[in-house]
């Protein structure tokens, strides 16, 4: 069962053709991640016709990593802390034989917003506790369930483990923002909005085997 990533994590892949290049690389949209948050892209350059195809990050900032995954596939992870605020230019560059190809994208890390910082922890956490990064919330599914009092450009910061299948029916004045924490990888069933508004996710990975099962289904 394939797993599906929000947002910055986008799923990119590069287009071969015949003529003038051997692999030109399609463009790599803008990225955003914020200080203390996490975001995944995973890209892919198949092309059947090559023995091999090396990929590879190029002036990566020191908060952000690539894996060659082999086989055309690759991920870039970024990490940033609030010391890391400003925009980047990033490559990745394929390689095969001696054949070359190599796109550049932005990473902005912008300034968190001003509003309260919650963490949730499916793992240590308990919803009796202040939601702070020492006594976290549970799971998001509990947070919305239970009718915790969540701002406009208030932040969610999400560990790792089972959210559930959160059903975010609010509408925010401002954005309010739901992120992966800096080094976890949060995992929804399911996500289910109704009549909600202003609500910016990033770094959320959803897939129905989040739970030990699988089924069809919509889960977004």
Excluded: C
């Excluded at 802390?81 to 070359?100: F, H, L, N, R």
């Excluded at 799971?139 to 915790?148: A, D, H, P, Q, R």
């Amino acid at each position: 069962m394939k797993s599906y990533f929000l947002l910055f994590s986008f799923l990119l892949t590069f287009v071969f053709a015949q003529a003038q290049e051997t692999f030109p690389i399609s463009p790599i949209g803008t990225q955003q991640v914020f200080p203390g948050a996490k975001i995944v892209t995973h890209l892919s350059a198949v092309n059947h016709d090559l023995p091999s195809i090396n990929l590879s990050g190029i002036n990566l900032p020191s908060f952000g990593s690539f894996q060659d995954n082999g086989k055309g596939f690759g991920t870039f992870t970024f990490e940033p802390d609030s010391a890391d605020v400003g925009k980047y230019t990033v490559s990745v560059q394929a390689v095969s034989g001696t054949d070359t190809s190599r796109t550049t994208f932005q990473v902005i890390v912008p300034e968190l917003p001003n509003g309260n910082k919650y963490y949730i922890d499916p793992i240590n956490g308990d919803n009796n506790n202040p939601g702070t990064s020492s006594a976290p919330w549970k799971t998001l599914s509990e947070v919305f369930n239970t009718g915790k009092n969540i701002q406009a450009n208030d932040v969610l910061f999400l560990r790792s483990g089972n959210h559930g299948s959160p059903i975010i029916n609010q509408q925010k004045s401002a954005s309010t923002y739901i992120l992966a924490e800096k080094g976890e990888t949060p995992v929804f069933e399911k996500l289910n909005f109704y009549l909600a508004k202003n609500w910016v996710l990033s770094g959320i990975k959803i897939s129905p085997e989040a739970d030990s099962t699988s089924a069809k289904g919509n889960y977004l």
